[in-house]
């Protein structure tokens, strides 16, 4: 069945360095969209990736979505202590007709001052 | 744009009680809306997908005699966790879309249930 894999689980850096979570898709997803949740809080849709290759960038965040569109990768560069939090990326398999979302794991950031 | 609330933040019960929890969207309509359950450090589980009118569709696994669903506007779903246990405690977030397969799911602030 659908599967979305997203690694690594936790991630623990220092400010200021940089942070990569990535998600891969046992199948062709028609998008991908990444949330953020804070702890104690909700899933907050950052961006959602539709076109294969497409990059996408806000701020100090870098979205990719692969060529098969079946993966796609989160960059935080310069990481700051308001990162932290939890990113899952969601995928809408291609040919949906209900628009459920699979989404991974998630990856918990931490970030040191 | 695009709120979602939820309705109510936390909830207390004895065990064997109902619970019902509201999520609305407040400036859109949803044509879809999305039930989730998470527990603490762990990814979403999808629940059920409703659609306005017609009967949620459930995971495997859920059953659909204990979580009610009802959709009866584009505006308002409702999950009513039936004779509730310990076992449901968690936090549960529902989400909207507009067009299903099109439209971003924004997600309610959750409900955290604790069943006593």
């Known amino acids: 069945g659908q599967q979305v894999m997203q690694i690594p689980q936790y991630q623990h850096v220092q400010e200021g360095e940089d942070f990569t979570t990535y998600c891969n898709s046992s199948t062709t997803l028609s998008n991908i969209q990444w949330y953020k949740q804070r702890p104690g809080g909700h899933p907050v849709f950052l961006i959602q990736l539709v076109k294969s290759g497409e990059v996408k960038k806000q701020k100090r965040l870098t979205f990719q979505f692969g060529e098969a569109k079946k993966n796609s990768s989160l960059h935080i560069t310069a990481t700051q202590t308001t990162d932290v939090g939890t990113y899952f990326c969601a995928g809408l398999p291609r040919g949906s007709t209900l628009g459920r979302l699979y989404f991974g794991r998630g990856t918990q950031l931490t970030v040191w001052p | 744009g695009a709120v979602v609330s939820q309705h109510p933040s936390r909830v207390i019960c004895k065990s064997g009680t109902s619970v019902k929890i509201e999520c609305r969207s407040l400036?859109?309509?949803?044509?879809?809306m999305f039930w989730y359950r998470q527990f603490p450090k762990q990814s979403l589980m999808l629940m059920a997908t409703?659609?306005?009118?017609?009967?949620?569709?459930?995971e495997q696994g859920v059953e659909k005699d204990k979580f009610l669903i009802n959709h009866a506007s584009l505006t308002l779903s409702t999950l009513t966790v039936t004779s509730a246990h310990p076992e449901d405690s968690s936090f549960y977030i529902c989400?909207?879309?507009?067009?299903?397969?099109?439209?971003?799911?924004?997600f309610g602030p959750g409900t955290r249930l604790l069943v006593l």
């Open positions: 989400s909207a879309s507009g067009l299903a397969g099109v439209e971003t799911q924004y």
């Open positions: 400036d859109f309509q949803a044509t879809t």
């Open positions: 409703s659609n306005e009118g017609s009967k949620a569709t459930y």
